[in-house]
T-cell receptor, first 113, second 115 residues
Framework: DQQVKQNSPSLSVQEGRISILNCDYT??????FLWYKKYPAEGPTFLIS?????DKNEDGRFTVFLNKSAKHLSLHIVPSQPGDSAVYFC????????????FGTGTRLTVIP | DGGITQSPKYLFRKEGQNVTLSCEQN?????MYWYRQDPGQGLRLIYY???????QKGDIAEGYSVSREKKESFPLTVTSAQKNPTAFYLC??????????????FGNGTRLTVT
């Protein structure tokens, strides 16, 4: 039972353009959402997070948007750079399940120079 | 430099053998976690520990065992009872186990291959 879903396994974007990675969740108890970036043979690196009390959080080129009614969040990367090429994982947690982060299956982003 | 060290990076074992994966952190984090990643799947929680000498099963604990004798260390043993042990194993830590709104910090993983 996949509670966090990333339905696009891959995405290709031209350098300088916007990358939009999407994530859907089913558990309405989730109230904290994170994005991780992962290079091959390395552990995921925390990128950005958002609490359910917000609908947007921005950090440099990265912005996460949260639509609670749709149970949907997205990560925008502007402008995209070749070094952004990696697998991006969406994750979610709740206060009641603080010791488990539920991860999506990941989206492989390729930024074409 | 603080961080999480997992060793070795690659590990090969014969079927039927137990194998222990090492995880050490110098971040002074209370909570530590073991996740497993399989191709095309998200990370799945195996075990976690919020404090020394205490640990809890995650979603896929069968065939695994852990210990938490020191705050810095959280080794994972993959036993012969684990039916599909070949996977990429990730250790993580968090400053405080009960703080749901703080991110996990991950090590670089150990790729275990069992033949």
């Amino acid at each position: 039972d996949q509670q966090v879903k990333q339905n696009s396994p891959s995405l290709s974007v031209q350098e300088g353009r916007i990358s939009i990675l999407n994530c859907d969740y089913t558990n309405s108890m989730f109230d904290y959402f994170l994005w991780y970036k992962k290079y091959p043979a390395e552990g995921p690196t925390f990128l950005i997070s958002i609490s359910s009390i917000k609908d947007k959080n921005e950090d440099g080129r990265f912005t996460v948007f949260l639509n609670k009614s749709a149970k949907h969040l997205s990560l925008h990367i502007v402008p995209s750079q070749p070094g952004d090429s990696a697998v991006y994982f969406c994750a979610a947690s709740s206060q009641t399940g603080a010791n488990n982060l539920f991860f999506g299956t990941g989206t492989r982003l390729t930024v074409i120079p | 430099d603080g961080g999480i060290t997992q060793s070795p990076k690659y590990l090969f074992r014969k079927e039927g053998q137990n194998v222990t994966l090492s995880c050490e952190q110098n971040l002074n984090h209370d909570a530590m976690y073991w996740y497993r990643q399989d191709p095309g799947q998200g990370l799945r929680l195996i075990y976690y520990s919020q404090i020394v000498n205490d640990f809890q099963k995650g979603d896929i604990a069968e065939g695994y065992s852990v210990s938490r004798e020191k705050k810095e260390s959280f080794p994972l043993t993959v036993t012969s009872a684990q039916k599909n042990p070949t996977a990429f194993y990730l250790c993580a830590s968090k400053i405080e186990g009960g703080s749901y709104n703080s991110p996990l910090h991950f090590g670089n993983g150990t790729r275990l291959t069992v033949t």
